[in-house]
């Protein structure tokens, strides 16, 4: 019999990157070939969701982020796992639940890929980013971040 904690947790994050003129970072998977993405990751067992989107950060672009510059947007997604990536689940998971936030960087960050997730990267206004990813819930995320980055530059710390 396997243990469950041999499993991946269906609850995740996802971490869209931008700058203060809103250019949004892109990173393109190893596996499968040629999908456009933000930042993703699933929880690991201890883990806060905040600490999981600080980690994927630091894996997936070598920024290690201070957590109050970290965005949590109080918003989940719940969608079906992609058969090819089923089996990280224990047998009866189908969906994940996943969590988003955002962070804006600065302008000219220097960015170092995790070679066996990602291997290019591109930075894409909105519309444009939005476009080219192929997760519908990284899509919307896309599209809403100008609401709120906007707001969250507006509310008081």
């Known amino acids: 019999m396997t243990d469950t904690a041999d499993f ?9 990157l931008h700058t203060a003129a809103l250019q949004i970072l892109l990173l393109r998977r190893v596996s499968p070939a040629g999908f456009w993405q933000s930042v993703t990751g ?5 883990e806060t969701l905040g600490q999981t989107a600080l ?5 997936e672009t070598g920024i290690a982020a201070p957590p109050d510059r970290l965005l949590n ?3 989940c997604n719940r969608f079906e796992i ?3 990536w089923r089996k990280r689940y224990a047998p009866d998971v189908t969906h994940n ?4 936030f955002s962070l804006c960087i600065p302008e000219g960050q220097s960015i170092v890929l995790a070679p066996d997730e990602h291997d290019a990267l591109l930075w894409l206004p909105p519309e444009a980013a939005a476009a080219k990813v192929f997760s519908w819930t990284n899509r919307d995320a896309i599209l809403e971040l100008p609401g709120h ?6 509310s008081p710390a």
């Open 8 to 16: 991946k947790q269906p609850v995740s994050v996802l971490v869209v």
């Open 42 to 46: 699933s929880l690991e067992r201890g």
């Open 55 to 59: 980690r994927e950060i630091r894996e």
């Open 73 to 75: 947007w109080h918003r």
């Open 82 to 84: 992609r058969a090819e």
């Open 97 to 100: 639940v996943e969590h988003v």
């Open 149 to 154: 980055y906007l707001r969250s530059r507006a």
